[in-house]
T-cell receptor, first 113, second 112 residues
Framework: KAGVTQTPRYLIKTRGQQVTLSCSPI?????VSWYQQTPGQGLQFLFE???????NKGNFPGRFSGRQFSNSRSEMNVSTLELGDSALYLC????????????FGPGTRLLVL | AQSVTQPDIHITVSEGASLELRCNYS??????LFWYVQSPGQGLQLLLK??????LVQGIKGFEAEFKRSQSSFNLRKPSVHWSDAAEYFC??????????FGTGTRLQVTL
């Protein structure tokens, strides 16, 4: 079974631009979560989608948004980019079970100049 | 709110030596606990997980972890470290809201 895939793997943007990142979950997984990883703040939860609905949200500003499609693929969008948005963005997928073990993709490295 | 503490930021061990990475958690209910490993520039790979039952869990790559409720700990161990184990290791606890809360990570360096 193929793992979680994320595109693009690397991205360079300038301040004020917006960006869209994509995540394809493991086949059969219906829950997709997004995390931001930075050297200063570590791994932080952004949001989680299930059945095309945002089920949980972390403490990030409204510039960070996401969506999920009927095939469970997910996108996250960051508008009006700031230098501090430079990070590794990780997507994880899970089955809907009590444990909901999350399996991570390779991440998208975003650099904001 | 749940939290995870990994007290060791950086650990150096010799190849062939044993390893123990510490993890303490704070969570009101029975925790779901995980250890992930991250190589430079890569995503997180699941090493092992604990949900219930036997408190000693086995994972991939020869790793094991022991859940100790009385100490709120979930330490990761490996009897003999290989050079390829050099990476960053993250302990995490899952809340009922499907969110993982991670520790700050422990960077493992292996000397030959």
């Amino acid at each position: 079974k193929a793992g979680v895939t994320q595109t693009p793997r690397y991205l360079i943007k300038t301040r004020g631009q917006q960006v869209t990142l994509s995540c394809s979950p493991i086949s059969g997984h219906r829950s997709v979560s997004w995390y931001q990883q930075t050297p200063g703040q570590g791994l932080q939860f952004l949001f989680e989608y299930f059945s095309e609905t945002q089920r949980n949200k972390g403490n990030f500003p409204g510039r960070f948004s996401g969506r999920q499609f009927s095939n469970s693929r997910s996108e996250m969008n960051v508008s009006t980019l700031e230098l501090g948005d430079s990070a590794l963005y990780l997507c994880a997928s899970s089955q809907v079970t009590a444990e909901e073990t999350q399996y991570f993709g390779p991440g998208t490295r975003l650099l904001v100049l | 709110a749940q939290s995870v503490t990994q007290p060791d930021i950086h650990i150096t061990v010799s190849e062939g030596a044993s390893l123990e990475l510490r993890c303490n958690y704070s969570y009101g209910a029975t925790p779901y606990l995980f250890w992930y490993v991250q190589s430079p520039g890569q995503g997180l790979q699941l090493l092992l997980k604990y949900f219930s039952g036997d408190t000693l869990v086995q994972g991939i790559k020869g790793f094991e972890a022991e859940f100790k409720r009385s100490q709120s700990s979930f330490n990761l161990r490996k009897p003999s470290v290989h050079w390829s184990d050099a990476a960053e290791y993250f302990c995490a606890v899952k809340s009922t809201a499907s969110k993982l809360t991670f520790g700050t990570g422990t960077r493992l360096q292996v000397t030959l």
